[in-house]
């Protein structure tokens, strides 16, 4: 099977400017979440998707917002960018129910100038 | 609240050392616990996992053992290669809030030749 795709790999923007992330997950996976890296904050999760519905969210402002499509594909937006949001975004999707286990995708590198 | 703390970095070896990389969480109930690696440009991969007290994880070398008595999962290996050179996460995942992995900050493994 493919893993986890990622897209762009690397993305470049300016302060003010809106930025959409997407994610393809494993064929026949159907939740995806969305993490957030930064040297200074680390590991944070975003939110998750599970068919088309929001199931969780972590703790960040309203200008990050995603959603996912019929075919588990996911998107992230960004909008009004921060240079702080300057980061690497991971996705990381997983089958379904409790206890499985989540695979990552190798993540966009977004800077924000 | 839930959160796991690992050593600080960045942890320096020769090859063939034996490694061990301290994990402790704190939790409510019974969460599946996680290492995960990432190599230098890439996301996260899943190393190991145990989902219960007691259980050991086991991958390319590399064990941990799900102690709830101390609330540990430390990852260890007995003889480390220069391949080896990562960072190491350790994480959490509560059954209550499945998709939401928490991460600890990270350890940054260097193996000189």
């Given at each position: 099977?493919?893993?986890?795709?990622?897209?762009?790999?690397y993305?470049?923007?300016t302060r003010?400017?809106?930025?959409?992330l997407?994610?393809?997950?494993?064929s026949?996976?159907?939740?995806?979440s969305?993490?957030?890296?930064?040297?200074?904050?680390?590991?944070?999760?975003?939110?998750?998707?599970?068919?088309e519905?929001?199931?969780?969210?972590?703790?960040?402002?309203?200008?990050?917002s995603?959603?996912?499509?019929?075919?588990?594909?996911?998107e992230?937006?960004?909008?009004?960018?921060e240079?702080?949001?300057?980061?690497?975004?991971?996705?990381?999707s997983?089958?379904?129910g409790?206890l499985?286990?989540q695979?990552?995708?190798?993540?966009?590198?977004?800077?924000?100038? | 609240?839930n959160?796991v703390t690992q050593?600080?970095?960045?942890?320096?070896?020769?090859?063939?050392a034996?490694l061990?990389i301290n994990c402790?969480?704190?939790?409510?109930g019974?969460p599946?616990?996680f290492?995960y690696?990432q190599y230098?440009?890439?996301?996260?991969?899943?190393?190991?996992?145990?989902?219960?007290?007691d259980?050991?994880?086991?991958n390319k070398?590399?064990?941990?053992?799900?102690?709830?008595?101390?609330?540990?999962?430390?990852?260890?290996?007995?003889?480390?290669?220069?391949?080896?050179?990562?960072?190491y996460f350790?994480?959490?995942?509560?059954?209550?809030?499945?998709?939401?992995i928490?991460?600890?900050s990270g350890t940054?493994?260097?193996i000189?030749?």
């Amino acid at each position: 099977k493919a893993g986890v795709t990622q897209t762009p790999r690397y993305l470049i923007k300016t302060r003010g400017q809106q930025v959409t992330l997407s994610c393809s997950p494993i064929s026949g996976h159907r939740s995806v979440s969305w993490y957030q890296q930064t040297p200074g904050q680390g590991l944070q999760f975003l939110f998750e998707y599970f068919s088309e519905t929001q199931r969780n969210k972590g703790n960040f402002p309203g200008r990050f917002s995603g959603r996912q499509f019929s075919n588990s594909r996911s998107e992230m937006n960004v909008s009004t960018l921060e240079l702080g949001d300057s980061a690497l975004y991971l996705c990381a999707s997983s089958s379904q129910g409790v206890l499985e286990t989540q695979y990552f995708g190798p993540g966009t590198r977004l800077l924000v100038l | 609240g839930n959160s796991v703390t690992q050593m600080e970095g960045p942890v320096t070896l020769s090859e063939e050392a034996f490694l061990t990389i301290n994990c402790t969480y704190t939790a409510t109930g019974y969460p599946s616990l996680f290492w995960y690696v990432q190599y230098p440009g890439e996301g996260l991969q899943l190393l190991l996992k145990a989902t219960k007290a007691d259980d050991k994880g086991s991958n390319k070398g590399f064990e941990a053992t799900y102690r709830k008595e101390t609330t540990s999962f430390h990852l260890e290996k007995g003889s480390v290669q220069v391949s080896d050179s990562a960072v190491y996460f350790c994480a959490l995942r509560r059954e209550s809030s499945a998709s939401k992995i928490i991460f600890g900050s990270g350890t940054r493994l260097s193996i000189r030749p």
